[in-house]
C-alpha cells in the first residue's frame, strides 16, 4: 500500500471510529429523547432546551473546545518526540479545566434563574439549569482526557468513554425523568399549575448528563492510570529539555483554545439566542402560551433527527486536526492536501442521502417513534430543512481544517459573519415574513451555507486548495436524488396495501441499496476510495469482474 493510501487511511480509520462512537451514541440519545419526549411532552422538551441551549453555550465557554485544543498541542509535541512538553501539556490542561470548569459551575448554579428567565425567556428551565450546573466541572476534566488521548491518535479511548456515558445518561435521565414529573404532577395540582409536571420532569432528565458524564471521566482516569507506566517510561527517555513553566502552559492552552471556544460558541449560541429571540418575540405578540410546545418540536424532534448523521462530521473534524497539523509541522502540503480532499469526499458521501431520507422519509420515521406532540409539523421542518445536514458537515469539516492548517482565527472571523447574517434573517422572517418556527429552521440553514462558503474561500487562500467536485459533490447528489424517487414510491405504494412499519423497513433497506449501486455505476467511488475501507480491494477486484471498472482505471 502506497504512504498516501496509508495516510488516508489512517485518518479514515481514526475518524470511523470516533464516527461509530459518535453515531452509536446519537442513537441512544434519540433512545433517550424519545421515550423522554412520550414522557415530558413538547412543552417539558421546551424548558429542557432551555436549559441545555444555555449550558451547552457555558459547556463551550469552560470546556467544550479543550478536547480539539489539547489533542492540537499534544500531536505537535509528539510530532517533535518532546514528551516531557507533552505532558507538561496535559497537566496545564488540566489545571485550566479546574478553574474554567469549578468557576462556571459555581456561576451557573448561582443565576440559574436570571440566566433561564431574563436571557432565554424560558423561566421553567431554571430547575433543569441549576441541576446541570455541577456537570459542568466534570465535563471540563473529562475534556482534557479525550483531547490527550485524540493528540496521541488513540480514538477508542474517547469512544468508548462517550458509549458509557450515553448509556449510563439515557437510564438514570429516562428514570429521574418519569419519577420526577410524577412529583410536579402532583406538586402542580397543589399550585394549580399544570406547568410544573412538564419542568420537574426537564430538570429529571438533566440529573442523567452529571452521573453519565462522570461515569465517563472516571473511565478515561482508569485509561490514563493503566497506560501511566508506558507514558512515563517516553517522558524519562525524552532528553529534550523542558523549560516551560505552568504559566507558559496555561498561556499556551488559552492562546489555543480561545480561538476554538469562539469558533464553537459562534454554531451553538445560535441556539440560545435563536430561542431567546423566538420566546421575546411569541410573548410581544401574544402567543405564549404555544411558544414552549413550538420549540419542543423543532428541538426535541426535529433537531434531534439531523444532528444524527453530522456526527460523522464531527468525528472526522477531531481524527482530521491532529493529523493535519503533524503534516503543516513538517511542511508536507501535499499530504495535507490528500487528508484534506479524503474527509470531504467521505462525509458527503453518507450526508446527502441522510439529507434525502430525512426529507422523503422523515414523517414515517417521526411517527414510528413518537407517540405524542406534534408530528405534521416536524415533517414539514425535515422536509426542507434536512439539507442542513449538509451544509453543517460542510462547515464543520472547515472549521477542523482551518483549525489543522494554524489559521485559529479564521473561522472564528467566518462563523461570526454567519452568525450576524443568520440573526438579521431570523429577526426578519420572524417580524416582517411572520414565518413563526420556521424562520428558526432556514436561520439555521443560512448560517450553516455562509460558514460553508466563507471556510471553503479561507482554506483556498491558506493552501490553495480546491475541492473535486464530480466525486465529491455530484455524483453524490445525483445518486441521493435517484434513491430519493424509488425509496419514495416504494414507501407510497406499500404504505397504501400494509403497515407502515413494514413499508418503512423496506423502504430505508432500499433506499440504501440503490444510493450505492447508483455510486458505484456513476463511478462516485474508485480503487483508491475502496482501499480506504475494509475489504475495499477484494470489493473492487469483484466489481470490476462484473464490468462495473474497467483495468485502466
Known sequence: MSEKRKIAKGIVVQGSILAIAGIICRIIGLARRVPLTNIIGDIGNGYYAGAYEFYSIILILSSYSLPSAVSKLIAQRQSRGQYKKMQKVFQGALLFAVISGGIFSVIVFIFADFFATTVMGEAMSTMALRVLAPTIFVVALMAVFRGYFQGLGVMHFTAVSQILEQIILVIVSLSAASLLFGIGTKYGNLMMNENYAPAFGAAGATIGCGVGALSGLLLMMYFYSHNKRAIDKRVLNDTSKNKDTFLDVLFLITKTAIPMILCSVMYNICGVVDQSVFNHHMISIGEENVKSALWGVYSGKYKLMITLPIALANAMCSAIIPSLTASIENKDYVSAR???????????????????????????????????????????????????????????????????????????????????????????????????????????????????????????????????????????????????????????????????????AIAMILAIVVYFVSLILLKGVNEYDLSLIPFGTKIYSFLRRLGLYKDEE
Open 338 to 504: 490528500s487528508k484534506m480532499a479524503t474527509v470531504i469526499r467521505v462525509t458527503m458521501i453518507i450526508s446527502f442521502p441522510s439529507a434525502f431520507g430525512l426529507a422523503i422519509l422523515g414523517k414515517p420515521i417521526l411517527n414510528l417513534l413518537f407517540n405524542t406532540g406534534e408530528i405534521d409539523l416536524a415533517a414539514i421542518m425535515l422536509l426542507y430543512g434536512s439539507i442542513s445536514v449538509v451544509f453543517f458537515s460542510l462547515s464543520t469539516l472547515g472549521n477542523g481544517i482551518l483549525q489543522g492548517l494554524n489559521k485559529l482565527k479564521t473561522p472564528v472571523l467566518n462563523s461570526l459573519i454567519a452568525f450576524v447574517l443568520h440573526l438579521l434573517s431570523l429577526v426578519f422572517m420572524l417580524k416582517v415574513l411572520k414565518m413563526g418556527i420556521h424562520s428558526v429552521v432556514v436561520a439555521n440553514l443560512l448560517f450553516a451555507v455562509f460558514v460553508s462558503v466563507l471556510n471553503h474561500l479561507a482554506i483556498y487562500r491558506t493552501i490553495a486548495y480546491k475541492q473535486e467536485l464530480k466525486q465529491t459533490f455530484i455524483i453524490p447528489l445525483i445518486s441521493s436524488c435517484i434513491m430519493g424517487v424509488i425509496t419514495f414510491l416504494v414507501y407510497f405504494i406499500i404504505s397504501k396495501v400494509g403497515p407502515d412499519m413494514l413499508a418503512l
